[in-house]
């Protein structure tokens, strides 16, 4: 059974450009969440999605942006790229949201490095 | 403002011997914790967990003990093996913060042969 798997693995790009991330969740999991971890930090909540809507939003700027499709994989965008926008992105599925604590799956991450 | 800290960067323990990681909170509302640990490259992992509603959890070499008076949670790995060697990552949730996981900076581990 697969896990959460998380495209492309690695990414280039220049300052000022935009970048898409792509997230694929557990089979049955509805839930999917974007975390984005600098070097030496914990990772930092970005958005949570629910059965398509969002339902959580960290303190990111309105350049981030994310969807989840019917199939509840999910996209995380990322306009005017900055240099502080370098890190690794993890997204995390899990099995339900709003109703009852459950552990996330994490995918391997998107290290995206901004020159 | 951080609402999870891992105070130690750092842990070296002797393989075979108990390793004991920290971690202590701010947010009151907190009601679910968890440990994850993660290896260079990879997503975390999913440990351990712990309710609120209790005060410790044991899964096989793993154990959460929860000090909710001095918000405070402590992960036991007994006996360390050489695989332990990971970061380990204290993460929070509350149900008025929608579940999102709020996280400490980790612990690096090193289990010495």
């Known amino acids: 059974d697969a896990g959460v798997t998380q495209s492309p693995t690695h990414l280039i790009k220049t300052r000022g450009q935009h970048v898409t991330l792509r997230c694929s969740p557990i089979s049955g999991h509805k839930s999917v969440s974007w975390y984005q971890q600098v070097l030496g930090q914990g990772p930092q909540f970005i958005f949570q999605y629910y059965e398509k809507e969002e339902r959580g939003r960290g303190n990111f700027p309105d350049r981030f942006s994310a969807r989840q499709f019917p199939n509840y994989s999910s996209e995380l965008n990322v306009n005017a790229l900055l240099l502080g926008d370098s890190a690794l992105y993890l997204c995390?599925?899990?099995?339900?949201?709003?109703?009852?604590?459950?552990?996330?799956?994490f995918g391997q991450g998107t290290r995206l490095t901004v020159v | 403002d951080q609402q999870v800290k891992q105070n130690s960067p750092s842990l070296s323990v002797q393989e075979g011997r108990i390793s004991i990681l920290n971690c202590d909170y701010t947010n009151s509302m907190f009601d679910y914790f968890l440990w994850y640990k993660k290896y260079p490259a990879e997503g975390p992992t999913f440990l351990i967990s712990?309710?609120?509603i209790k005060d410790k959890n044991e899964d096989g070499r793993f154990t959460v003990f929860l000090n909710k008076s001095a918000k405070h949670l402590s992960l036991h790995i007994v006996p360390s093996q050489p695989g332990d060697s990971a970061v380990y990552f204290c993460?929070?949730?509350?149900?008025?913060?929608?579940?999102?996981?709020?996280w400490g900076a980790g612990t690096k581990l090193i289990i010495k042969p």
């Open positions: 993460a929070a949730s509350a149900a008025s913060g929608n579940y999102q996981l709020i």
């Open positions: 995390a599925s899990s099995l339900m949201s709003g109703t009852v604590n459950t552990e996330a799956f």
């Open positions: 712990i309710s609120s």
